[in-house]
């Protein structure tokens, strides 16, 4: 491919700006600054283990809550990801991954399909309404997987098979996540053209 597979975009609205670049071609490093500490951990995870190098600045109303400056930076990302694929030719297309945290264990499937669907199950009882880090509310990671499918235009499966800790069961779902979407965005040799029967995705 001749064409670098980046994107920078901001947004600005009235509850967040969000300031983002992603190079999907790299080597996973990272300067995360979202505001929200948890969140930054869980990007710069995604970064490291998705071999996506990636700058984001995003400043927000937190002083409400965490929920605003999440999303806004998840439907960024999901919208970079998606301009930085290109027509997508010479992808793998799909990435699977099963990722353990200690006694957390959780599995992600992604297709870059161009239709935005999310499947997520198995966060234990309670997990939604736990506080990480006394800031982000357990229920922020769907939210967060919601905005990045729907605006990556991704196919995503995502599901928690074991877990006790609530950090560890989102860092495992971000880690699986990651992993995942650095196999399918994987440039594949033997992959000539655009990998759909329908020529498009
Ligand atoms: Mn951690």
Request: hydrophobic letters at 40%; a negative charge; zero cysteines.
């Amino acid at each position: 491919m001749s064409t670098a597979r980046t994107a920078s975009r901001t947004r600005t609205t009235s509850e967040s700006t969000i300031d983002l670049s992603i190079n999907l071609d790299g080597t996973g490093e990272s300067s995360i600054s979202t505001s929200v500490p948890f969140f930054d951990h869980m990007l710069t995870a995604f970064a490291k283990h998705s071999l996506t190098d990636l700058t984001v600045v995003s400043t927000g109303d937190t002083h409400i809550d965490v929920h605003h400056t999440v999303e806004d930076t998840a439907i960024v990302l999901g919208q970079a990801i998606r301009e930085a694929l290109g027509d997508k030719a010479g992808i793998s297309r799909y990435g699977d991954a099963l990722v353990p945290l200690d006694e957390a264990l959780a599995q992600a499937v992604v297709d870059i399909s161009g239709r935005p669907y999310l499947v997520h199950t198995g966060e234990p009882a309670g997990f939604e309404m736990h506080l990480i880090g006394g800031h982000f509310t357990g229920s922020m990671v769907r939210h967060a997987f919601e905005a990045l499918t729907f605006h990556a235009g991704l196919t995503v499966h995502v599901n928690v098979l074991a877990g006790r800790d609530p950090h560890h069961i989102a860092e495992a779902e971000f880690k699986a996540l990651a992993r995942a979407f650095r196999q399918a965005k994987a440039l594949d040799p033997l992959v000539v053209g655009i990998p759909s029967t329908k020529g498009a995705l």
